[in-house]
Structures are given as structure tokens and as C-alpha cells.
């Protein structure tokens, strides 16, 4: 009986809580771009601050990628460049924005060949 009531209220509590508000301001769909050779491709968007922000790009395994994320000032505040060769274009970076501005979101593609990636950001 106790198993069955805590299983109710855990429903419950799924069924009424809130989505979240992290992310982007407004939303962001996911794209698949097609980055050449030794370029960037870059995303600006507004998040809301104090709210956890994310950003993900998973590529072909073509090539080694990095994911950069900039403030308004230009200064880097998150990235993920480091990969070993089975994850060398999965890439995920979360922040904590300080104050709702706008935010620069590059990946770049650092190797020779095209890579198609998958794109989020939340």
C-alpha cells in the first residue's frame, strides 16, 4: 500500500511540475549544419540569467571539432575541445550566464574534411 501511494504521488508530482525555463530567449530548433574544412559556424542567442544554459554539437566523426561559447564582452565562458578519437566531434558545454544578454555559440570544424554536426541549444 505504501509502495502504491509513494507511486501515485511521484506521478503526481511529474504530471504537475514545471518544464523548466532554462534556455535560450526565444527558442532554438536543432540544425544540422555542414561545417567545411577548418571554419566555424556561429549561433548568437540571448539566455536568461542565473538560468542554466547548454549547448551540444554531435558531429559525423569526420574530424575533431570544438564548441565554443562567448559572453557579450568576447570573453569565453565555456568550451569543449578536448576529445579522444571514438568522441572527437561530440561536444557538450552547460553554463550559469550572469546577467539575460546576448551569447555567441561557435562550433568549429579543426580538421581537413567536412563534418555534418546535430546542433542544440538550450
Not at 42 to 60: K, S
Not at 70 to 95: E, F, H, Q, T
Request: with cysteine.
Amino acid at each position: 500500500m505504501k509502495r502504491m501511494l509513494m507511486l501515485l504521488a511521484t506521478i503526481l508530482a511529474l504530471c504537475v511540475a514545471d518544464a523548466g525555463r532554462g534556455g535560450p530567449i526565444p527558442q532554438f530548433k536543432q540544425e544540422t549544419p555542414h561545417i567545411p574544412q577548418l571554419a566555424s559556424q556561429t549561433y548568437v542567442r540571448t539566455f536568461r540569467g542565473g538560468e542554466r544554459a547548454h549547448a551540444m554539437a554531435i558531429g559525423t566523426g569526420a574530424t575533431y571539432m570544438g564548441l565554443y561559447v562567448y559572453d557579450k564582452y568576447g570573453n569565453c565562458v565555456a568550451w569543449d575541445d578536448w576529445g579522444m578519437p571514438i568522441s572527437r566531434d561530440d561536444l557538450s558545454v552547460d553554463w550559469y550566464p550572469r546577467e539575460t544578454a546576448p551569447y555567441m555559440v561557435e562550433v568549429r570544424n579543426n580538421g581537413v574534411r567536412v563534418n555534418e554536426c546535430k546542433v542544440v541549444i538550450r
